[in-house]
């Protein structure tokens, strides 16, 4: 609550007779000039000042913004409400039943511990794809949801009735990030505070990266880990660094046959080349009129991809036109366009352009059909390039006996890869690339185009219902519409639907060794689907629903046709999965699947009916009609003007209206759920997926201090954009793993494993998955992949969790060595919480993805950097050193050293000295770090 207001900034604003409480900008001289997205953080500074923690020098700080300089002045950011998705909500309601507790044994009021600010949850991450392609698939994988998580579920409406200001989206209603801009999403705020009605800028912060699709509203928010979320809610400040602003330029429009997704992947691709990390991105110019509130919210949502902290719209007559289609009130969009006009937050033509930091522009209409891949976003393919591209990318992904041109022909009859002798028995063929059956190595010819310079393994594979076909490598064994940076948007969703109609039209069907299906992001997909009468061709397709949910863009793709996934691995195909989703890591979407990449909606169904990545699209037909005519993708994709002509007449306010009118509700399963009552919870010791987890247990009321890192042995070295998944995966969980061992033990069979991501409110089930991705390489093992490593209390390979145990025993502190942005990818919290219950004291990389950094400090690791230039490699470490780190008890003076001094020493007694950077960028930082972690710290303060 604000108790200072040093610049006289407090006013009232009257909107539809009715007064506001307000914090004007206009009273503090500077203000004017700044970015659309400090504007925001102005006003929550005013609002927020108390003269102690948010002083008027914070203010000043801003309103004398050098957009050159480099950041170097912290601020307290007091977001307005926490969003919350179930995988990293689950550990965020965990943690707070804990420390309930935990205040009781500190001899504190346990009901202290309730969200000071909204606190929503939306479950969306638990559905999974056991079943698809079929009618029932959508009532059959709720039903198997809840079987899953019944426990969860259970704890979840508990503390929807034990805390205050916390509100559940029950399963089955949408994803997280598009159900926030169709529904919980306010833009402009209000509360009571003390007896008066007050109206600031709607900002939040969320439990997963992709919070910032909220940007395309005009809402400042972005993704903080589950950690720094809890402490939201108790209402402490997230601590941040004001931050240089990149203007991005749009103008022109998006030409005939491109889509948002095709733009965004070209802004991802632009954005990571220039370098956006840590950084808000603010879109400007006349092009910004012209560009949808779909498609705003398609490119904000990927702001974790670019590296930016925020990719924002300001509020212009879209925003509010927006707002209206959803069903908000017209009180409320009355007041978001005064609001927004008062403080000098409005977008027109009048509006005068800001200065930013670094300048960036993209003519829309130079935008070209885009795929990305086969393994991370911002890696760009023109769609006329990706035949090509997955040609030298599959190289990579194939045993080296393969990797060579092999057993092929060109299609001129022309010798690939054999000698004279062994072509004789080979049939030259201009049609067909020759491949070999992999189960009798007999020579096979294969329909496989014009690639034969490329390797291929012909496998016969007979399917369920008794067809024959054959699997290749760069089959696309999943084609999935999911996640919500897509289907959010009715442009390209309406796109996929219409492509969908003209291929059954002409005859067209997907391939039967693709796994295809729909997960739309809200129950207002399917009411414009069903308006527009496009779903039977859909379904046609095998795109039937399979439920409401974040899926196959997590990792919950379900399992392939048993017959498919044994073919794949027992002759160790590298087949692929295409998704109009977001992320497409190593190991995330399918662990059959090795390659990955992401597609726009239409493009996914494209993929389906090719059935390989080896396709060019305007040389090769998808099929033939009736009339044995070729059928090409440009001969069923739908015209700009068919598109915009199916939205206008399938999509109104009514359709939000209705689905959104009861929306906490649930249905008769979670209604009918049985709720443990109490203040605190009643934990079940033989749960395996709700556990109270260890960080309070001894907890003191005075922390003890921190102290220097002797004698630490490396529990991994690892290279490059190690993301979190690569770090904490979500995904399935495999039998012979330590997780898979630990489940089997409590009695749980392998079909009941469910996911990690399902599992984060056992920390017993995460401290055993942490470095467990089947894809992590540890450079202490050659040629290994998956997690494991080098155990050098007996020398020999093991489980990465088995290791930590046998150091933990002999009390050896433990570091983690890394590469360039190390801990990229989504907001997961157990990335840090697993890292620091493993014994992880530091972890030193060459650069931090800035929201795992914070998680580490939140969780009481250390977070070190290399010397500029540097790295383990050049250094000379090869992760056989013992790591002694002096200086970090610098911090117990209430200074933060900029350095500390790290010794490794080798085997034969030699030495590596170098000074690490310490990245502990904040005062606030530094106290989360001398308590031993953030909740610590948290609880401290409450008590």
């Known amino acids: 609550m604000s108790s200072v207001d040093t610049f006289g900034s407090k006013g009232t604003l009257a909107v539809s007779g009715k007064d506001y409480e307000i914090f004007r900008l206009s009273a503090v001289e500077g203000l004017d000039r700044l970015p659309y ?52 909500g689950v550990p965020c309601v965990v943690d707070l039943a804990t420390m309930r507790e935990a205040v009781a044994a500190l001899g504190g009021d346990p009901d202290r511990i309730n969200p000071l600010a909204p606190a929503e949850m939306v479950i969306d991450h638990s559905v999974q794809i056991d079943v698809a392609g079929r009618a029932d698939a959508f009532a059959r994988n709720v039903e198997l949801e809840y079987q899953r998580n019944h426990e969860r579920y259970q704890f ?27 529904y919980l999403a306010r833009t402009v705020m209000t509360r009571e505070v003390d007896g008066v009605l007050r109206a600031y800028p709607d900002t939040c912060v969320g439990t997963d990266s992709h919070t910032t699709m909220v940007n395309g509203l005009g809402v400042l928010g972005w993704g903080v880990g589950g950690i720094e979320a809890e402490a939201a ?31 965004v992947l070209t802004i991802t691709q632009m954005l990571r080349q220039h370098g956006v990390v840590g950084k808000f991105v603010e879109f400007y110019g006349a092009g910004v009129a012209q560009v949808p509130l779909a498609n705003r919210a398609t490119i904000g949502n990927m702001s974790p991809e670019f590296g930016s902290t925020a990719a924002i719209f300001p509020i212009d007559s879209v925003t509010v036109d927006y707002l209206r289609l959803t069903s908000r009130s017209e009180e ?164 996929a639907a219409l492509l969908a109609k003209k291929a059954v039209e002409k005859g067209l069907q997907a391939k039967p060794w693709v796994k295809t299906s729909m997960a739309p992001g809200s129950q207002v997909v399917t009411g414009y689907y069903e308006k527009a009468g496009l779903w039977p061709y859909l379904e046609k397709l095998g795109f039937h629903l399979v439920g409401y949910g974040c899926a196959t863009c997590i990792g919950n793709s379900g399992p392939l046709a048993d017959e498919v996934s044994a073919a794949v691995n027992e002759h160790d195909l590298s087949v692929v999965s295409v998704l109009s989703g977001n992320r497409n890591f190593e190991g995330r979407i399918n662990p059959d699947v090795k390659m990955n990449y992401l597609a726009s909606p239409p493009l996914v169904i494209a993929y389906a009916l090719a059935g390989t990545m080896d396709f060019d699209f305007d040389a090769q037909p998808l099929g033939t009609d009736a009339d044995g005519n070729d059928v090409f993708l440009k001969d069923i994709w739908p015209t700009p003007d068919e598109v915009e002509r199916t939205i206008a007449g399938s999509i109104d306010r009514e359709m939000f209206e209705a689905d959104y009118a009861d929306v906490f509700q649930g249905d008769e399963r979670w209604r009918a759920l049985e709720i443990p009552t109490g203040a605190t919870f009643a934990w079940d010791p033989e749960s395996t997926y709700v556990r109270k987890p260890p960080y309070f247990d001894g907890m003191e009321a005075t922390p003890a201090p921190v102290a220097d890192i002797a004698g630490a042995r490396v529990l991994a070295k690892l290279g490059d954009s190690v993301t979190t998944d690569h770090i904490s995966p979500a995904g399935a969980i495999k039998p012979d793993s330590p997780a898979g061992r630990y489940l089997a033990e409590h009695g749980v069979e392998r079909r009941d494993f469910n996911s990690y991501g399902s ?128 200086g970090v008890t610098a911090l117990n003076e209430g200074t933060t050293p900029s350095t500390v001094a790290v010794t490794a020493t080798k085997a034969d007694g030699t030495t590596v000295e170098f000074d690490a950077v310490v990245r502990i960028d904040t005062p606030g930082e530094a106290d989360y770090y001398r308590n031993g972690g953030i909740l610590q710290y948290v609880l401290r303060s409450l008590v």
């Open 233 to 263: 809610m108790l209402g402490q400040p997230v601590s941040m660094l004001i931050p240089r602003v990149v203007g991005f330029k749009l103008s022109g429009s998006i030409p005939s046959g491109v889509t948002a997704t095709d733009v």
């Open 156 to 182: 979840l409406r508990w503390g929807q009735t034990a805390f205050d200001d916390f509100k559940v989206v029950p399963p089955g209603t949408g994803i997280v990030h598009q159900v926030n801009i169709e």
């Open 37 to 88: 997205s400090l504007k925001i953080l102005a006003e929550n500074l005013l609002r927020t000042e108390d003269g102690a923690n948010i002083t008027a020098d914070h203010v000043r700080a801003l309103a004398a913004w050098d957009p050159q300089a480099d950041p170097d002045t912290e601020i307290q950011f007091t977001p307005a409400r926490v969003i919350m998705q179930d995988f990293t």
């Open 759 to 886: 599992r984060r409110g056992n920390h017993e089930v995460m401290i055993r998955g942490t470095f467990a991705n089947i894809r992590l390489k540890n450079q202490l093992l050659d040629g290994v992949e998956g997690g494991f490593t080098k155990d050098f209390t007996t020398g020999e390979q093991a489980a990465i969790y088995d290791a930590a145990q046998s150091y933990a025993a002999t009390g050896t502190p433990l570091v983690v060595l890394g590469g360039k942005e190390y801990g990229s990818g989504s907001s997961r919290d157990w990335a840090a919480k697993g890292t620091a219950l493993l014994g992880v004291k530091a972890v030193i990389t060459e650069s931090f993805e800035r929201i795992h950094r914070s998680n580490l400090i939140g969780m009481g690791v250390l977070p070190l950097q290399f010397p500029a230039g540097q790295n383990a490699d050049s250094l000379g470490l090869d992760g056989t050193e013992v790591f002694d780190i002096a």
């Open 332 to 495: 409320q969009l009355a007041l978001v366009e005064a609001y927004a006009k008062e403080q000098g937050l409005w977008l027109d033509a009048a509006t005068p352009e800001p200065t930013f930091s670094e300048y960036l522009e993209l003519d829309l209409s130079t935008v070209v059909p885009s795929i990305a891949g086969p393994k991370r976003p911002q890696d760009r393919i023109e769609l006329t390039d990706a035949k090509e591209s997955f040609a030298s990318s599959i190289l990579d992904y194939v045993n080296d006996h393969e990797a060579a041109p092999f057993r092929a022909y060109g299609r001129n009859g022309s010798l690939t890869g054999l000698d004279e002798a062994s072509a004789e028995s080979f049939p030259a063929s201009d049609s067909l690339a020759v491949g070999h059956d992999d189960a009798t190595d007999a020579p096979v010819d294969a329909p496989l185009g014009d690639s034969a310079t490329r390797p291929h393994k012909v496998v016969p594979v007979t399917l369920a219902d008794g067809s024959a076909t054959q699997l290749d490598h760069g089959h696309v064994v999943i084609a999935s519409i999911t996640s919500c940076t897509n289907t959010s948007n009715p442009s390209v969703m309406l796109a």
